[in-house]
């Protein structure tokens, strides 16, 4: 098992995941991408347009491991 963090950005604005979370099995951070972007997107519903933030994956040794993009709707 590995840890993860999931960070939310749009470039300017970001939201820094501190603590990861332990994921077993490498499919599934597109899983956990998601739930995050769906979470930052509930916290932050003055936002309108999502098309420029994406959740960037980092292990604990900060290599960035998968991008995804904001999807909404």
């Not at 300017?12 to 077993?24: E, L, M, P, S």
């Not at 499919?27 to 309108?48: F, I, K, T, Y």
Request: glycine letters at 6%.
């Amino acid at each position: 098992m590995a840890r993860y963090r999931f960070h939310a950005t749009n470039g300017y604005a970001c939201v820094f995941d501190a603590q990861g979370k332990d994921i077993r099995v490498p499919a599934r951070l597109v899983r956990r991408a998601d739930e995050v972007a769906q979470a930052v997107m509930s916290s932050l519903d003055d936002q309108e347009d999502w098309s420029q933030w994406h959740v960037s994956v980092h292990d604990l040794n900060g290599r960035r491991v998968l991008v995804k993009p904001f999807v909404s709707g």
